[in-house]
């Protein structure tokens, strides 16, 4: 027999966060990156504490926390209340609406790179609008593109890049969602917010082939 979907996200939720406190990094739909300290729940209400000038009722965010890129948990969280704590702090009430497990699962066939592209700074927390600078590609697909680099990336920051894929150059625009420490620097993936659909479909073809080539 199938469990209520409200208990389901109870027993989601004790796996994920067994104790607390803990500090998580959210993208929100209208703060970007910040993060939250989950100091306690009751149920799927975490009680928590955030920047009291970017946070605000019925903001929505997601957390993705786990133990890699392809093991990882993703939350979708609603504020439902927010008291000031100090003037740089305040204290919220946050529900999850929403547990999905990703285990390595692929929403796209990715083509594996190892070639060097510019990337060009659009909003970072640690780096200057405009900066631009060579790092290399990993992997791309559809939907994201990994690159490693020594510079520094977070959560949300937005970059943009134009590799030379097949012969031929595509624009595309990151938002940072995870990273992760490798020799010599840092893998970062992120999510593509715009890519020119015939690009989108030329990638969708060298990747199958890619990927039927393995």
Known sequence: MALPRSYALLRQVADIFPSLPITIEVLSDTSGALRLELLSHNGRVFQARGPRLRVHP????????????????????????????????????????????????????????????????????????????????????????????????SLGDVVALMPNVGGQPMRLRGRVLHTEAVEGGLRVGCELMAIREDDRRRLDALAADDDAAE
Request: with cysteine; glycine share 4%.
């Open 58 to 153: 019925r903001m929505r965010a997601r957390a993705r926390v786990g133990s890699g890129p392809d093991d990882r948990y993703e939350i979708d969280l609603i504020v439902t209340s927010v008291a000031k704590e100090d003037d740089w702090s305040a204290l919220l009430n946050v529900e999850v609406t929403e547990v999905v497990h990703r285990n390595g699962r692929r929403t796209a066939l990715r083509l594996h790179l190892a070639e060097p592209t510019e990337l060009f700074v659009v909003a970072c927390r640690e780096l200057e609008a405009n900066e631009r600078f060579e790092v290399m590609l990993a992997d791309l697909s559809a939907a994201g593109v990994a690159f490693t680099t020594d510079r520094p990336f």
